[in-house]
């Protein structure tokens, strides 16, 4: 009985504590508006510091000529704490993937990617793992991550 008792115990420490396996696996998901098909399009998750885009996952990205409706993407957890985006590209190169230059055909939708080392390392009310930061009204969301819209930006801009 004793053994089954610290047997559930390192169980349930094991499951509670994430800093020992790391973080959760988690997901984003959105609807696209705006998107033609047939453009070459994909969805990147890109990091973004001092306004730019980078490209700082080694994770395959979903390209799909037919970017349209919504999206669900799994978030990578190869990369470093910071804030990312999801993004709209048009993939010129052909190569799959996100390259810096390439034309990005979403619009800013006010919300970062936040993958965080520890609560509230980039900003109050964050936890550990991925969050949504919503720099409109400061919302912050830990667990669904949903409501990730992304439009398309007008042609001519």
Known sequence: MQKMLIVAALGTLALSSC????????????????????????LAIVGFNNGQ????????????????????????RDVPYGTYRVIVF??????????AGEPILSRDNGKFLVYSQRDDQFFAGTKLGW???????????????????????PAGQ
């Open 19 to 42: 800093s020992i396996f790391g973080t959760r696996s988690a997901a984003v998901s959105g609807q696209l508006k705006g998107f033609g098909a047939n453009q070459n399009l994909g």
């Open 53 to 76: 885009y980078t490209n700082a996952s080694t994770q395959v990205q979903v390209i799909d000529k037919f970017l349209t409706g919504g999206f669900t993407l799994t978030l990578p």
């Open 90 to 99: 048009r993939d010129a190169n052909n190569d799959g993937r996100y390259t």
């Open 131 to 153: 969050n949504i930061y919503n720099t409109a009204n400061r919302d912050i969301q830990t667990t669904v991550l949903n409501n990730y819209d992304l439009e398309a930006v």
